[in-house]
Nanobody, 122 residues
Framework: QVQLVESGGGLVQAGGSRKLSCTASGRTFSDYVAGWFRQAPGKEREFVAVISRSGGNTYYTDSVKGRFTISRDNAKNTVYLQMNSLRPEDTAVYYC???????????????WGQGTQVTVSS
């Protein structure tokens, strides 16, 4: 079992930055791939970014490439999402997840945090 807790959400103006953190407890965090997903009101949960166990491989959805950066510190059991040049369409609840494969399908992730709201004002 892995427990995940996100933090760092809040209100930010368009063009601004925000850094989300997700801290894991329970089993060894470095045993898992870590991903970030988001869900806007009335929409399905969508993939944002994923990072491999070692942090050496990352993958992003096209809409955030060049603006968001996923990273992890396994010594701190934490995965981060640095978000720059934020847009109103980035407004959503952001979730971190842990799983066994470097994939974008949320159904393939076994463990989820409770989510943190990010609101980008225009």
């Amino acid at each position: 079992q892995v427990q995940l807790v996100e933090s760092g959400g809040g209100l930010v103006q368009a063009g601004g930055s925000r850094k989300l953190s997700c801290t894991a407890s329970g089993r060894t965090f470095s045993d898992y791939v870590a991903g970030w997903f988001r869900q806007a009101p009335g929409k399905e949960r969508e993939f944002v970014a994923v990072i491999s166990r070692s942090g050496g491989n990352t993958y992003y959805t096209d809409s955030v490439k060049g603006r968001f950066t996923i990273s992890r510190d396994n010594a701190k059991n934490t995965v981060y999402l640095q978000m720059n040049s934020l847009r109103p369409e980035d407004t959503a609840v952001y979730y971190c997840a842990a799983g066994g494969s470097l994939v974008t399908d949320p159904r393939r992730y076994a463990y989820w945090g409770q989510g943190t709201q990010v609101t980008v004002s225009s």
